[in-house]
């Protein structure tokens, strides 16, 4: 988990682009289902081992993956937004060790497998986290504006 010493920086380097966009009135959730969409298409492109492609659109995805954030604290964050953020992120992390899988069964099934069992592992804890973190009023005084935090805050 980076985020906590990653956030300040990613943040910095995409404001200048999230402003940008938010005066043309570019919303938050639209970059986001553009980024699950490239992320999807990544995916398929990794299952047709057109990889350099699929690495593009990954890349992108992970771009809107910042962007959205940074443009709804520049507007107004909602529960939605959060929501949709981290269930597409986690379907992404699903979709692209299948990917592989689908690419080639024999050589890829058993590291896809554990790479899947790692997020299932890592998605479950943080998911869990933030339920009780709710429960109990818990908020990260260095995160006020992260609509959903994992245990090491970011």
Known sequence: MLDRYLLGVQNR???PLASRMVAVGVRADA??????CNGVVSCALIARENYVAALALFLLNRLCDGLDGGI???TRPTDRGAFLDISFDFLIYGLFPLGFTLAR??????????????????????????V???????????????????????
């Not at 970059?31 to 699950?36: D, H, K, R």
């Not at 790692?118 to 479950?124: D, K, L, N, P």
């Open 13 to 15: 380097a995409l404001r």
């Open 31 to 36: 970059i986001t289902i553009a980024g699950f």
């Open 72 to 74: 709804a604290r520049q």
């Open 105 to 130: 069964p024999g050589a890829n099934a058993v590291a896809a497998s554990f790479l899947l069992a790692s997020f299932m592992g890592m998605g479950s804890s943080f998911l869990a986290f933030a």
């Open 132 to 154: 009780i973190a709710a429960k109990r009023g818990i908020v990260a005084s260095e995160f006020p504006r992260k609509g959903i935090y994992n245990l090491g805050g970011g």
